[in-house]
Structures are given as structure tokens and as C-alpha cells.
């Protein structure tokens, strides 16, 4: 009995091999689908038919730039976790330069702001005029406090102004 044959490797790492694989399913960033939101969200759910993207370029995400075959794998994907968690994600105000710049000493601190977030309409609903409603969501401090903390709030206060 002789010796198990060895497999030769070909080349020293795999380095051109995962610079391949690590673009090769990139998707768009929030920042970008959050100027698609604001600017040409009816007109990238009535696209027209491209037979080279799936289901032709007629079902797709907005929220997570992504084609699909029919209107019932948009519908399921629109309950997955993968998508709830990029609505939550896109509530909160895309990073912008200005903000970068604050954050470098340029500037007071500003909070970014939350909004209301929405799974799109449907084709039939943009046909007859619905569109993705982003609206900016007020913070109240007060609103967020139970009223019985809010309570003890006002009694403190007003026993250190007596």
C-alpha cells in the first residue's frame, strides 16, 4: 500500500477570490435608498419591462432595492424579518455630511431624527395615485414618560422651588 495522493494547490491564497466574492452581492446603502425614497419611489415601482432583471423589473423593493419573480414572492418577502429590519433601519435619518462634520467639532450636536416608515403600496394602489409616505415624527419627552413618573416629576419639582 502506498501513500495517499496529496492534491497539489494551484496558486498561494485565495485573496483574488474574495475580493470577487465580497462585492458580488452588494446592496444599495441606506443613504441611497433613502434619496430613492425621497425623490423616485413611484417611479422605480413602475419601472419598465427589462427582461434582464427578475420578473422583469415589474416587482421591487424599494425599501431594499431588490427585484422579484412575481407579486406573491414581493408579498412574502414584505413579512420577513429581512425586511421589517430595514424598514427600522430607514426610520432613523441617513448619516450626511453635515452631521459628520458636527461630529468633528464644527457645530452643536443635533439628534437625528425619527420617522414614519411604511411597507410599500401595492401596483394597483400607485396606479391610483398612493404613494410611500415618510413623515417625520415629533419627540415629546413628556409623551414617553408614564404619567404616574410624570407625577413624582412635577411633586420633586415642586418641593425643591418650596
Known amino acids: 500500500m502506498g501513500m495517499v495522493s496529496k492534491r497539489k494547490k494551484m496558486h498561494y491564497g485565495d485573496t483574488h477570490l474574495q475580493r470577487r466574492w465580497r462585492v458580488r452581492n452588494?446592496?444599495?446603502?441606506?443613504?441611497?435608498?433613502?434619496?430613492?425614497l425621497q425623490t423616485r419611489s413611484?417611479?422605480?415601482?413602475n419601472q419598465n419591462?427589462?427582461?434582464?432583471?427578475?420578473?422583469f423589473a415589474q416587482f421591487y423593493c424599494v425599501h431594499c432595492a431588490k427585484y422579484f419573480i412575481?407579486?406573491?414572492?414581493?408579498q412574502a418577502h414584505f413579512r420577513t424579518k429581512v425586511h421589517k429590519r430595514r424598514l427600522k433601519a430607514?426610520?432613523?435619518?441617513?448619516?450626511?455630511?453635515?452631521?459628520?462634520e458636527r461630529a468633528a467639532g464644527r457645530g452643536s450636536?443635533?439628534?437625528?431624527?425619527?420617522?414614519?416608515?411604511?411597507?410599500?403600496p401595492s401596483k394597483e394602489d400607485v396606479v391610483a395615485g398612493k404613494r410611500i409616505r415618510v413623515e417625520v415624527v415629533p419627540e415629546d419627552t413628556d409623551a414617553t414618560d408614564s404619567p404616574s413618573t410624570s407625577k413624582t416629576k412635577r411633586?420633586?419639582?415642586e418641593k425643591m422651588e418650596t
Open 109 to 120: 450636536f443635533v439628534k437625528p431624527k425619527k420617522r414614519a416608515m411604511e411597507t410599500q
Open 70 to 74: 412575481d407579486d406573491t414572492a414581493m
Open 90 to 100: 430607514l426610520e432613523i435619518e441617513p448619516y450626511s455630511i453635515e452631521e459628520a
Open 42 to 45: 413611484g417611479e422605480l415601482i
Open 49 to 55: 419591462v427589462d427582461l434582464d432583471k427578475p420578473g
Open 26 to 36: 452588494r446592496r444599495r446603502d441606506l443613504d441611497q435608498i433613502d434619496d430613492d
Open 155 to 157: 411633586k420633586k419639582v
